[in-house]
């Protein structure tokens, strides 16, 4: 059974850092590729950044790039969302996902499949 497991989220002040992490489990872990997604009620889902663990390639939303980093320690199953200068608007649930790909060809959420519970991140200004 295919499962992830976010974790790291919290509240922190605009300009701070967070690290979300992306435990996985139940599939060939190098094979595939995560996507880093995030939800504010009311909005759709945006995905943020992705990482393919056959190639460590990556792709990042604009918002963001230059302010997170993503990656992934093959060895313990998980990927991982650095999150620095962090702004008011990055507040949201966020979530990680595998593509059905097994690549970052895209970043909307539909090309992905399983998806962990979500972790919130909430930036005060």
């Known amino acids: 059974e295919v499962q992830l497991v976010e974790s790291g989220g919290g509240l922190v002040q605009a300009g701070g850092s967070l690290r979300l992490s992306c435990a996985a489990s139940?599939?060939?872990?190098?094979?595939?590729?995560i996507g880093w997604f995030r939800r504010v009620p009311g909005k759709k889902r945006e995905g943020v950044s992705c990482i393919s663990n056959r190639d460590g390639r990556t792709v990042y939303e604009d918002s963001v790039k230059g302010r997170f980093t993503i990656s992934a320690d093959i060895a313990k199953n998980t990927v991982y969302l650095q999150m620095n200068s962090l702004k008011p608007e990055d507040t949201a649930s966020y979530y990680c996902a595998t593509s059905l790909y097994n690549d970052c060809r895209s970043t909307m959420a539909d090309d992905f499949g399983s998806w962990g519970q979500g972790t919130q991140v909430t930036v005060s200004s």
């Open positions: 139940g599939f060939t872990f190098d094979g595939y590729a």
